[in-house]
């Protein structure tokens, strides 16, 4: 099993960044998928970006691509989330997980969860 914790989050104005982190221990990362997941009150969880641990290739949901960089660190055990150019509806609880490989948008490919971080984005 995979421990995951995020931190990062945040208020910040439309326009601005943040950065979020997942710090992963318990097992070894080379076959593993981390990915990033959002959720808004009132709304279904939703794919944001995911890497693969060993090789670096990464996908992103259709609403943050071109603002969001998703990025890994070996030494560190630490996945990044770079979010630009926020907007009022990326305010939402931002899930790290770890994963498979089957299917990197879907939730259900990823076995383990981070608490979540609050990121509001203020208009």
């Known amino acids: 099993q995979v421990q995951l914790v995020e931190s990062g989050g945040g208020l910040v104005q439309a326009g601005g960044s943040l950065r979020l982190s997942c710090a992963a221990s318990g097992r070894t990362f080379s076959s593993y998928t981390m990915g990033w997941f959002r959720q808004a009150p009132g709304k279904e969880r939703e794919f944001v970006a995911a890497?693969?641990?060993?090789?670096?290739?990464?996908d992103y949901g259709d609403s943050v691509k071109g603002r969001f960089t998703i990025s890994r660190d070996f030494a560190k055990n630490t996945q990044y989330l770079q979010m630009n150019s926020l907007k009022p509806e990326d305010t939402a609880v931002y899930y790290c997980?770890?994963?498979?490989?089957?299917?990197?948008?879907?939730?259900?490919?990823?076995?383990?969860w981070g608490q979540g971080t609050q990121v509001t984005v203020s208009s």
């Open positions: 997980a770890a994963g498979g490989r089957l299917n990197l948008r879907a939730s259900w490919n990823y076995g383990s």
């Open positions: 890497i693969t641990w060993s090789a670096g290739n990464t």
